[in-house]
């Protein structure tokens, strides 16, 4: 089963996937965690190229080339011979990050972002948990990392609200793959919500 979180930055993604991936490796599963745009060595490079620099490094349609790039590394190397060994795969964004950073935020570039993803990527998550809360608490959350790779929030908050409407959006559009969680609210709640989603999808 291949579950990807999505939402904006600073939501809580990937303290809920270690959270989740915690409670399924209790359960006894078998449970690989990751991330993008990373994953692999040669998209953990590629990455390196996409979250730090200047806002205006790379225009949406190069950053498009590189995160499909990124994804193709990941899923060759990681995410389909993960699956194929019948493990539980927990991603921190997948492909739904570029048709909402790339094809709905910045621009009428969603059409690229699908037939891009229809040739070289294909694959769909079985399940995408979309952490919904309101960008400014995630906002200040997320600068308060002080991560350096924070280049994306530097597109700022009026970026952040586009984002939010965007999965709002996908969550209506795929009800049925696209799960949204209440990110608002103290961790171990989400997390229980999240958990029981996942109970509710697993085989
Ligand atoms: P993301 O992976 O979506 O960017 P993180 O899990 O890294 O988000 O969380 C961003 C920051 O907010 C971290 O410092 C984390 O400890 C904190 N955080 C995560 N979830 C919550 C929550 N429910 N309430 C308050 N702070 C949180
Ligand atoms: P991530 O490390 O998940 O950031 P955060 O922890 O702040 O949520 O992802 C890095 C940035 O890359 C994030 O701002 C979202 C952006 N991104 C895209 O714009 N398109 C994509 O396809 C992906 C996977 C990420």
Same mark, same amino acid.
């Given at each position: ?8 930055? @600073?939501?809580? #993604?990937?303290?809920?996937? #270690? ?22 060595? @040669? ?12 806002? @205006? ?18 899923? *060759?190397?990681? /995410? *389909?011979?993960?699956?194929?060994? @019948?493990? /539980? ?10 048709? /909402?950073?790339?094809?709905? $935020?910045?621009? *009428? ?27 400014? $608490? ?5 600068? $308060? ?7 994306? *929030? ?41 958990? $029981? ?7």
């Amino acid at each position: 089963m291949f579950i990807t979180f999505e939402g904006i930055d @600073g939501s809580g #993604k990937s303290t809920q996937i #270690k959270l989740l991936a915690d409670a399924l490796e209790v359960d006894g599963r078998d449970v690989v965690r990751t991330r993008e745009p990373g994953g692999s060595d @040669g998209a953990e490079a590629i990455r390196r190229l996409l979250v730090e620099g200047d806002p @205006g490094r790379w225009s949406a349609e190069t950053e498009i080339l590189l995160f499909t790039a990124a994804r193709r590394d990941h899923l *060759e190397r990681l /995410i *389909e011979p993960s699956l194929a060994d @019948g493990k /539980i795969v927990l991603s921190d964004r997948f492909a739904d990050s570029t048709r /909402i950073y790339q094809g709905a $935020a910045r621009g *009428e570039l969603r059409d690229i972002v699908d037939r891009l993803h229809a040739l070289m990527i294909k694959r769909e998550p079985d399940l995408t948990i979309v952490i919904d809360m309101d960008p400014d $608490a995630a906002l200040a959350r997320g600068l $308060a990392r002080g991560s350096g790779e924070d280049r994306f *929030e530097e597109f700022g908050a009026a970026f952040q609200h586009k984002l939010r409407a965007g999965f709002q959006a996908l969550a209506k559009a795929e009800p049925d793959r696209v799960k949204l969680v209440d990110g608002d609210r103290d961790v171990e709640a989400v997390a229980a919500d999240i958990l $029981a989603i996942v109970k509710a999808h697993l085989p």
